[in-house]
């Protein structure tokens, strides 16, 4: 069954930098494009970073433009969200997901406070 399990985040400062992690299994991986959402208090889920499955080609929300890098290594099934100069607004449950045969998958997601 697919599973992706996300890890790396915490409490940082702002300005300060986080790397997140999501190991993917379950499918083939390196055949599918993946995605980090990102869900605040009170507000509704939100894309924030795809990347194709060769991984040459990424999407980034505006809010996230310039400070946020999506990479991925095929060989390890891993999934990577680089995030530098991080703001107050950027806290909130980062979420990695991948679209496989129609349905949504989703990790458990993993907590990132931006706050002195």
């Known amino acids: 069954q697919v599973q992706l399990v996300e890890s790396g985040g915490g409490l940082v400062q702002p300005g300060g930098s986080l790397r997140l992690s999501c190991a993917a299994s379950g499918f083939t991986f390196s055949s599918y494009w993946m995605k980090w959402y990102r869900q605040a208090p009170g507000k509704e889920r939100e894309l924030v970073a795809s990347?194709?499955?060769?991984?040459?080609?990424?999407y980034y929300a505006d809010s996230v433009k310039g400070r946020f890098t999506i990479s991925r290594d095929n060989a390890k099934n891993t999934v990577y969200l680089q995030m530098n100069s991080l703001k107050p607004e950027d806290t909130a449950v980062y979420y990695c997901?991948?679209?496989?045969?129609?349905?949504?998958?989703w990790g458990q997601g993993t907590q990132v406070t931006v706050s002195s």
């Open positions: 990347i194709t499955s060769g991984g040459f080609s990424m």
């Open positions: 997901n991948v679209a496989y045969r129609g349905q949504n998958y």
